[in-house]
């Protein structure tokens, strides 16, 4: 039935490379995962917290879709509704054809692999461009990716960089840095060209209608700000109720994906450009996708539906680490979407038992994909589920067991001797007669000798049936034990209540900039302190040291007074871009914002983008210079997720150091699609 499966297992087993990458991902995503979990003053609560927002999300899905999709539509955005991937493709088939599109640019989006879009696209002719650099090497290779987060995990440097000698024409190497360069220089052009960009939705705030996606190399941003067209691809359930509820979802899917605080970049997207706005495009399509989750929400697999896709299951599994994701396949052969412990309940969920069922066989149950998750999906107990055959169509009357014949039986008649205290008891006295009745038989170990037990102890020892039932052991011995322990008063520990009572916020404007700064730096980005009238010559430093002589920037108006006639005095060539001068304005290699707002647990700013404020000069160039007050500089990012002006803009960006990938080889690589280089000039008026 699965031989497929089978057979793809013992090629990821017999394949010693995909093994030392799998397990020096695994090794290395755990171990940043922890050290962020590690800054959480309360990570359980935190991870409480969020499963309860996505519970509650699920539990009222249609009104909290009902509200998302009007706020949306009010703020401009065009919003479709798909009940299956055929209509979700037809749907961007359409809007492609209305924009007369040939070039698609598309950042990383796990529904468009589950619909299958670039198939569908490329044979209607159109062009579709992978611009995240792991899912552009897979695309390169003709594959899928095998790792939700990072798609290109089973290669090493030395497949990259053959890949790119035959694909791109780049002379062999093996310097991670050359090849992304490459990359980034041919990707540069197709954003640059593009018709349409398509990107995915991390999570759509329904009090707003904000669609909100995160990314490191700043490919989604790229999509999403510079095509004329925008079409955002989302599942219907990734939906928060407010901003109230993103602030802790944004501390928790970095954290668990990658290992950081927040993501480089976490676009806050409200509606297309404006006829006032530089840039951003003209129209933004959503397309909420469907494909199965009514059924999913209406049966006992629901709880699959609280996942935000951090990929931390697949990291902390077990099995994943031996087989990796293209191991994952259907009855078929073909491929699951989404692999890992996930991946074994969503795809049988979506896409039914019969073709993904035995997915949920490979895992050991041993419980680490459920402490990985930071929304506690109880992993274990739906793999469990879906191996008892329950599923959209079927419950557990009429679940059809997912397992070899010989399983179901045995797990008959353990049904049928666990499900009372009687039979229990007499199963377990009547197994350890034969047991003791083997080993005297035997003169050794007996289950050796029994032909249905032999080969099992060539790693393992077969456990001996107890003499004593567990029932009789804990009647005569543990329970007085326990009733001691029960007398015992209940004594509080003094210094738990003293700790809660430490006031942990202290809000003086020193402390903040400080632990800005810490955290900016963490994030290799630098920041400046400079009174007002100093702010042109620092901004002159900064382009001197790198022999730059022109510089894109925001309007005057939303910059200190005189700064631009300062900077264009001292030589400096000062370039205001709109969509319309990208082409030629692309070149310039630094570019100045004002950042209105700060966050000091994060050390990222956020840049707002509208009339005179382009949002591309804080993207294109290779150094982005952000201008910050230090008024502005927030503790928390709830804070400044509050702010109104957030809310008022076409688009925002939190941004948190420079752009930056580690998808060859975990190599961590600066300056991918975005700057490489971020230069924050906090402006004090003391
Ligand atoms: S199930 Fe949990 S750990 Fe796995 S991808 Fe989803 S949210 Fe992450």
Request: with cysteine.
């Amino acid at each position: 039935m699965v031989d497929a499966f089978h057979s793809h297992i013992r090629a990821s087993l017999a394949d010693a490379n995909l093994q030392s990458a799998l397990d020096a991902n695994a090794e290395r995503r755990i171990k940043v995962r922890q050290i962020a979990f590690g800054s959480l003053a309360n990570p359980q609560e935190l991870r409480r917290r969020a499963r309860l927002i996505r519970m509650e999300v699920i539990t009222h899905l249609e009104s909290y879709l009902e509200q998302f999709v009007a706020h949306a539509s009010e703020n401009g955005i065009v919003v479709h509704r798909a009940t299956d991937a055929a209509e979700a493709i037809k749907i961007v088939l359409e809007v492609a054809l209305q924009q007369d599109a040939k070039l698609i640019a598309k950042s990383k989006t796990m529904i468009s692999e589950e619909i299958g879009l670039n198939h569908a696209l490329e044979n209607h002719g159109l062009r579709v461009i992978e611009t995240d650099l792991g899912e552009y090497i897979v695309q390169l290779r003709g594959e899928a990716p095998s790792h939700i987060i990072t798609p290109a995990v089973h290669l090493r440097r030395q497949d990259v960089g053959k890949l790119f000698e035959e694909k791109l024409g780049l002379p062999y190497t093996e310097d991670i840095g050359i090849m992304t360069n490459a990359a980034r220089s041919t990707l540069r052009q197709v954003f640059l060209d593009a018709d349409i960009g398509i990107s995915g939705v991390n999570f759509g705030v329904s009090e707003t209608g904000t669609l909100c996606i995160v990314t490191n190399e700043g490919n989604g941003r790229m999509v999403t700000t510079l095509p004329r067209t925008h079409i955002a691809l989302m599942g219907i359930e990734r939906l928060l109720p407010s901003m109230d509820d993103l602030a802790p979802m944004l501390s928790l899917l970095p954290r668990s994906a990658t290992g950081q605080k927040l993501s480089v970049y976490t676009s806050l997207i409200n509606s297309p450009r404006g006829a006032n706005d530089p840039d951003g495009p003209q129209e933004r399509h959503l397309i909420l996708v469907d494909n199965g989750r009514t059924g999913v929400r209406k049966s006992e697999l629901q709880e699959i539906l609280y996942c935000i896709r951090c990929g931390a299951c697949l990291n902390a599994c077990p099995v994943f680490r031996e087989i990796g994701g293209h191991a994952y396949v259907g009855r078929d052969g073909e491929g699951s979407a989404y692999p890992g412990p996930i991946g074994s309940v969503v795809s049988p969920a979506l896409f039914g038992q019969l073709e993904f069922g035995h997915l949920a066989r490979a895992s050991s149950l041993c419980g680490a994909c459920r402490e990985a998750c930071p929304v506690d999906i109880d992993l274990p107990k739906l793999m469990l589920k879906v191996r008892a055959g329950i599923g959209v169509n079927q419950n557990r009357k009429n679940a059809k067991p997912n397992a070899p014949a010989i399983l179901s039986i045995g797990l008959g008649f353990f049904t049928v001797a666990a499900t009372s205290p009687r039979r229990f008891a007499f199963a377990q006295w009547l197994a350890g007669l034969f047991g003791s009745l083997a080993t005297l038989l035997a003169k050794g170990d007996p289950w050796m000798h029994l032909p249905a037990f032999s080969g099992w102890g060539y790693s393992k020892d077969f456990p001996r049936p107890a003499t004593k039932t567990f029932r009789n052991r804990y009647f005569t011995q543990f329970k007085s034990v326990l009733g001691e322990h029960e007398k015992l008063p209940i004594q509080s520990d003094p210094s738990v209540s003293s700790i809660t009572k430490i006031d942990i916020v202290q809000n003086h404007a020193e402390h903040l900039l400080k632990r800005f700064n810490d955290e900016l730096e963490a994030v290799g980005g630098k920041l400046s302190i400079c009174l007002p009238g100093d702010v042109w010559q620092k901004i002159l430093e900064i382009l001197q040291a790198h022999n730059i002589h022109a510089i894109m920037a925001w309007n005057e108006t939303y910059l200190p007074e005189m700064l631009l006639e300062k900077l264009a005095e001292a030589g400096v060539e000062i370039i205001f871009p709109t969509s319309e001068t990208i082409q030629t304005s692309s070149q310039v290699r630094a570019g100045l914002t004002g950042a209105s707002a700060a966050i000091a647990e994060t050390g990222s700013i956020l840049v707002l983008g509208g009339p005179g404020r382009p949002l591309t000069t804080s993207l294109l160039p290779e150094i982005h210079i952000a201008l910050l007050r230090e008024r502005d500089v927030y503790e928390q990012l709830c804070q400044v997720l509050h702010k109104e002006e957030l809310r008022q803009a076409p688009a925002a960006v939190l941004i948190s150091g420079p752009s930056r990938t580690a998808d060859i080889e975990m190599t961590l690589t600066i300056g991918v699609h975005g700057p490489g280089e971020l230069q924050v000039i906090c402006v004090v008026d003391r």
